[in-house]
Nanobody
């Protein structure tokens, strides 16, 4: 599976963005997905994720209530809607995928097999 992330940009605090992660190479219906973010000098941080069913999404405490992860299997695309953005959300955002990932593993980068190239989100104050 190849992942292509896009949708990042520069936005003012309080604004919104929608990130997309398009998967190619095979159907994504059997895959769980996660979104992570990273700033220079820090470890990659879990943001949101769900298992292949998409029935249960998990979020980091810092984004809960502001970000929403969703998927469109027909378009082989996973989305991350970012609302009420804060300067602290500035980072490179990455999507990741793994076939059959379980709920308890979603937050851990090492469990994912595939990664997109990242898209920069910059929030100005």
């Amino acid at each position: 599976v190849q992942l292509q992330a896009s949708g990042g940009g520069l936005v003012q605090a309080g604004g919104s963005l929608r990130l997309s992660c398009v998967a190619s190479g095979r159907t994504i219906s059997g895959y769980g997905f996660g979104w992570f973010r990273q700033v220079p000098g820090k470890e990659r941080e879990f943001v949101a994720g769900f298992t292949r069913s998409g029935a249960t999404a998990v979020y980091s405490d810092s984004v809960k209530g502001r970000f929403t992860i969703s998927r469109d299997n027909a378009k082989s695309t996973v989305y991350l809607q970012l609302n009420s953005l804060e300067p602290e959300d500035t980072a490179v955002y990455y999507c990741a995928a793994k076939a059959g990932i379980i709920l308890s593993s979603l937050r851990v980068p090492m469990y994912y097999d595939y990664w997109g190239q990242g898209t920069q989100v910059t929030v100005s104050s």
